[in-house]
């Protein structure tokens, strides 16, 4: 597939994900849209999904070969897509990619940034913070660094 249509498809992959039209990501998929391609941005398909909560948009990318461990680069969009959809208490998210290999234990920013529990617990969101917990996610480290949401 030629690069030119690469990128329109990644860009249709994205809009489709932002909007939660799982119908259109399932489409976009067997048109040939890489599930693990990021847009020129540096945001990953799978991240967008995370953050917005779009779990049946989350499965599809995954079952199509995003990887779930990989961290976004988007300026405002940058980390894991497990830490994303922690960080909002996006359950079923979560739930999906835990489901598919996400590691509970990664840190984002190359493993020196929180964990998906850090952000579940700044939520809070506890049953989003259960979930991690029973996946194998350990305690918040004493002295772990607060983070302003707002900027």
């Keep these: 597939m030629n690069r030119r249509r690469q990128k329109k498809l990644t860009r249709a ?3 489709a994900v932002w909007t939660d039209d799982a119908g ?3 489409a976009l998929l067997r048109a040939g849209a890489d599930p693990a391609t990021p847009a020129a941005d540096g945001i990953t398909p799978l991240y967008a999904a995370s ?3 779009a779990a049946d948009a989350v499965r599809l990318l995954l079952a199509a070969g995003a990887p779930p461990n ?3 680069g988007g300026t405002g969009s940058e980390g894991t897509p497990l830490c994303a959809a922690a960080s909002w208490g996006h359950t079923d998210a979560v739930r ?3 489901a598919h290999g996400a590691d509970p ?3 984002e920013d190359g493993g020196t940034g929180l964990s998906p529990l850090d952000w579940a617990l700044l939520g809070p969101h506890p049953e989003t913070a259960a979930l991690l917990r029973a996946a ?3 305690p918040r480290p004493p002295g772990a660094l607060a983070v302003n949401r707002n900027g």
Excluded: I, K, P
């Design 13 to 15: 992959l994205l809009l």
């Design 24 to 26: 259109r990501v399932r």
């Design 51 to 53: 953050v917005h909560g």
């Design 70 to 72: 990989s961290e976004s």
């Design 96 to 98: 999906e990619l835990l």
């Design 105 to 107: 234990t990664l840190r």
């Design 136 to 138: 194998g996610a350990g």
